[in-house]
């Protein structure tokens, strides 16, 4: 069966821009997660869904970061303002309660 | 606040030999450990699940251990091929979410 993905693969933009990351999880999984990945380290934990609502969002580093998975399935991660530091890859993971998570290729943002 | 260390950070071994590798995590108080490998520019893709009752699980050439009360668990990889060269990363269920270690990158030489 089709597993989590995520789009874009890659996102370049301009320091200051604003931007949209999709995560579609896999069909039937009630719980999502939203990582930051930097170059060598291990993902660090951003969000947590569980349906609609975020049940964890301590993870988030600062008021340009928000998240939204209105009808329990398709999550967005939305960056308002963004920053040189924000560069990294973004990984969703999903998973049918809170036990295994399942991980998307993830979207590799750069900004410029 | 939980903190996930992994030893070594990268190693390099030739083709066939047997390996461990190890994660060291500082909170006892889990839920679960997961095992995960990450190829270059890839995603996770997750090797073993071994729940806060368990001892180890095992997954083909790949055993993994968990001793919750001393906060360490151990990936074993039996006759490692060149294939099994990747990123290797541990988290741990804490709470509502997981925290991961920083990987132990393993080269595999033909």
């Known amino acids: 069966g089709a597993g989590v993905s995520q789009t874009p693969s890659n996102k370049v933009t301009e320091k200051g821009k604003y931007v949209e990351l999709r995560c579609d999880p896999i069909s039937g999984h009630t719980a999502l997660y939203w990582y930051r990945q930097s170059l060598g380290q291990g993902p660090e934990f951003l969000i947590y869904?569980?349906?609609?609502?975020?049940?964890?969002d301590s993870g988030l580093p600062n008021d340009r970061f928000f998240a939204v998975r209105p009808e329990g399935s398709v999550s967005t991660l939305k960056i308002q303002r963004t920053e040189r530091g924000d560069s990294a890859v973004y990984l969703c993971a999903s998973s049918p309660g809170s036990n295994e998570q399942f991980f998307g290729p993830g979207t590799r943002l750069t900004v410029l | 606040k939980q903190e996930v260390t992994q030893i070594p950070a990268a190693l390099s071994v030739p083709e066939g030999e047997n390996l461990v590798l190890n994660c060291s995590f500082t909170d006892s108080a889990i839920y679960n450990l997961q095992w995960f490998r990450q190829d270059p520019g890839k995603g996770l893709t997750s090797l073993l699940l071994i729940q806060s009752s368990q001892r180890e699980q095992t997954s083909g050439r790949l055993n993994a251990s968990l001793d919750k009360s001393s906060g360490r668990s151990t990936l074993y990889i039996a006759a490692s091929q060149p294939g099994d060269s990747a990123t290797y990363l541990c988290?741990?269920?804490?709470?509502?979410?997981?925290?991961f270690g920083p990987g132990t990158r393993l080269s595999v030489l033909p």
């Open positions: 869904f569980q349906g609609t609502g975020a049940a964890d």
């Open positions: 988290a741990v269920r804490d709470g509502q979410n997981f925290v």
